[in-house]
Structure formats: structure tokens, C-alpha cells
């Protein structure tokens, strides 16, 4: 999938000194997670229903 011209956001806790986080950009079906230290990187492409599974998960 071309990602080339995904709108990429990091976190609102994201510190000012750019901190290390991930971005994310939601796609029609997808979201996609990447480092925000290595954008050219690797991105992980996940259902909504995952993405969403995932970040219930983590507010437990």
C-alpha cells in the first residue's frame, strides 16, 4: 500500500524536544502505525477493529 501521501500524527503528549512516540495515519479501512524517529521505516498496517481492540486494551 502507498503511504506516501498518508497525513502523519503524533500524539498530543508528544514532548516539544520531539520525544520518541509513534504517528499515526488513518487510512479508509487501515490505520498505520510507524516510529516517528525513523519515518522512512517499516510502517505496521492494522484492521480499525485491531486498532481499536489494541487502545482498549491499553486504557484497562
Known sequence: ???TKAAWR???YTTANGGDCVEL???SEMVA???S???DGPELL???EAFA???ADLKR
Open 53 to 55: 481492540a489494541l487502545l
Open 1 to 3: 500500500m502507498d503511504l
Open 33 to 35: 502505525v510507524r516510529d
Open 46 to 48: 492494522v484492521s480499525r
Open 37 to 39: 524517529k525513523n519515518p
Open 10 to 12: 503524533k500524539s498530543s
Open 25 to 27: 495515519a488513518s487510512l
